[in-house]
């Protein structure tokens, strides 16, 4: 079963503005981590922010985590054609290391 | 380190072969993922290993599948009969795991096709 579920499930911008993906899920967890998946290819790791972190920067992306609402949001700023991709959320729930990812989101940045 | 190694990239086989998907993790990982990812479903993790033990086989679809890690540096995944709803891709991942999961390091994956 799918431990995680993004929103949206599609998101289309242009070149240059933010993206936001969001990312619910259900029971507690030791971390979670964002993903982005290329077509075709296999998943390359982002970003992993612990479950006693709230907000974590790297390079364009930002991710902070809600433990109380069960819920991290995955921020893209200034966005590019070559962002453009599937994103997705994994989760390890707590004393278990088996990583469940979501649905994803796919985002389109058009030139 | 030359990343997770899967193979065949390719698989392309008739309802009811045998098909024996493989996996070389990372140097040094200890645990190792299994995934089948569909467009209806999405991405499934079937079994995962700790230090080449079997933890959690809940998402294997039924006896058709098995999979075994004989060591720390090989793992296969095994469909027999293999049905036109098993066509795929399946991922294998590899991640250093203590307390918790650090990253994980994808393969290029193993489309399979049944026909």
């Known amino acids: 079963s799918q431990q995680g579920e993004e929103d949206p499930q599609a998101l289309s911008i242009q070149e240059g503005e933010n993206a936001t993906m969001n990312c619910s899920y259900k029971?507690?967890?030791?971390?979670l981590q964002w993903y982005r998946q290329n077509s075709g290819r296999g998943l390359v790791h982002l970003i992993l922010?612990?479950?006693?972190?709230r907000e974590k920067h790297s390079g364009r992306l930002r991710v902070t985590l809600d433990t109380s609402k069960k819920s991290s949001s995955l921020l893209i700023t200034a966005s590019r054609a070559a962002d453009t991709a599937s994103y997705f959320c994994?989760?390890?729930?707590?004393?278990?290391?088996?990583?469940?990812f979501g649905a994803g989101t796919r985002l389109t940045v058009k030139p | 380190d030359a990343g997770v190694i899967q193979s065949p990239r390719h698989e392309v086989t008739e309802m009811g072969q045998e098909v024996t998907l493989r996996c070389k993790p990372i140097?040094?990982?200890?645990?190792l993922f299994w995934y089948r990812q569909t467009m209806m479903r999405g991405l499934e993790l079937l079994i995962y290993?700790?230090?080449?033990?079997?933890?959690?086989d809940s998402g294997m679809p039924e006896d058709r599948f098995s999979a075994k890690m004989p060591n720390a540096s090989f793992s296969t995944l095994k469909i027999q009969p293999s049905e036109p709803r098993d066509s795929a891709v399946y991922f294998c991942?590899?991640?250093?795991?203590?307390?918790?999961?650090?990253?994980?390091?994808f393969g290029s994956g193993t489309q399979l096709s049944v026909l």
């Open positions: 991942a590899s991640s250093s795991w203590t307390d918790y999961n650090e990253k994980l390091f």
């Open positions: 029971t507690s967890i030791n971390n």
């Open positions: 922010i612990r479950s006693n972190e």
């Open positions: 994994a989760t390890d729930r707590n004393n278990n290391n088996d990583m469940r």
């Open positions: 140097s040094g990982h200890n645990s």
């Open positions: 290993f700790n230090n080449n033990v079997p933890i959690d």
